[in-house]
């Protein structure tokens, strides 16, 4: 195989992101003296996603992003309290859970015995390293990316050229990309001139303007293709 290193997606490709904001969704709810109900939930989920997408589109800022989104679902429930005081405690509680994905342990477990694995995410500082802490996977990853921490995020090639100077990557034929985003992970690595992984279990349709080297659709096609 031609690759001697492999960036990693963290959310829905080796955490269970879903999971872990539901738990930390309902410790904050909880903490505003309110049950999260599924109405709840489902209407966090549409503010959250769209602050995320006017995020990657440059919009709106990180900040902007994580005190909005709370000063919205606080506004819904009708309670008084400090957004960026909740938004505080919902990264806190999210990186006390690190649920990972079926198969991603195993995943991460075989490609280490052949490569130096590095996480490559846009997530929030203090949820990703709490999480990453906590995680079994954490003895088979060489380094920890967070764009909050590097003034810049995926898809932007300006990232992953930070990513190749601080692990001493001199020719980017030998990483590939494994991710289920395609507007970040795959767009990120085609405009960093990388192999990409697109990673997609649910079976999205292809993008004929982001098409990745591979497509994959289990953890096992993900190995099959890096391991062969």
Not at 48 to 55: D, I, L, T, V
Not at 163 to 181: K, N, Q, T
Not at 207 to 217: G, K, R, S
Request: charged fraction near 25%; glycine fraction near 8%; hydrophobic fraction near 40%.
């Amino acid at each position: 195989m031609k690759y001697t290193t492999v960036l990693l997606d963290a959310d829905m490709t080796l955490w269970d992101f879903n999971a872990s904001e539901r738990c930390a969704l309902r410790d904050v709810t909880g903490s505003l003296g309110l049950e999260l109900t599924p109405d709840m939930e489902a209407y966090y989920h549409q503010v959250n996603a769209g602050y995320w997408r006017r995020f990657d589109l440059k919009e709106v800022t990180r900040e902007e992003l994580t005190v909005g989104r709370f000063a919205d679902y606080i506004a819904y429930l009708g309670v008084n309290a400090d957004p960026a005081e909740v938004n505080h405690r919902y990264e806190q509680a999210l990186g006390n859970y690190s649920i990972m994905l079926p198969g991603a342990l195993e995943l991460v477990q075989a490609l280490a015995a052949r490569y130096p694995l590095y996480i490559v995410t846009n997530g929030l500082h203090t949820a990703q390293t709490g999480r990453f802490e906590k995680s079994p996977i954490k003895p088979y990853i060489s380094g920890l990316f967070i764009s909050q921490d590097m003034d810049c995020q995926k898809p932007e090639r300006e990232f992953f050229e930070k990513v190749f100077a601080a692990i001493g990557l001199s020719d980017r034929r030998e990483v590939v990309m494994v991710g289920d985003s395609l507007t970040s992970d795959i767009r990120g690595g085609i405009n960093a001139g990388i192999d990409t992984v697109w990673y997609n279990p649910g079976h999205l349709p292809r993008d004929p303007d982001c098409l990745p080297t591979v497509e994959a659709h289990t953890m096992e096609e993900i190995a099959e293709y890096l391991l062969q």
